[in-house]
């Protein structure tokens, strides 16, 4: 379960919105990278996505993120 206080600070951070299509509406706040992969609960592991652009633009996001997070090469490779 991610934190109310993590929760807060993306909500503020996204301004409430899908970082994908801007809708307020059937946001779930989802793991860049998942915590079965090694993702954390921080803000910057989190966003918030409409149940469907999560669904239909996740793969596009998640290979984003693993290019711009900074993580370890071990890490990096369990993800491949």
């Known amino acids: 379960k991610i934190p109310t206080r993590i929760r807060k600070n993306v909500r503020r951070r996204d301004e409430g919105k899908c970082?994908?299509?801007g809708s307020k509406?059937?946001?779930e706040y989802v793991h860049i990278i998942p915590l079965?992969?090694?993702g954390s609960n921080s803000v910057g592991n989190i966003q918030h996505f409409v149940k469907s652009a999560k669904e239909g633009n996740w793969n596009k996001f998640y290979e984003e993120a693993k290019e711009a997070v900074p993580?370890?090469?071990e890490l990096?490779?369990?993800l491949k």
């Open 25 to 27: 509406k059937n946001l």
């Open 71 to 73: 993580m370890p090469k």
């Open 76 to 78: 990096k490779d369990r």
């Open 19 to 21: 970082v994908d299509c």
């Open 36 to 38: 079965t992969s090694g």
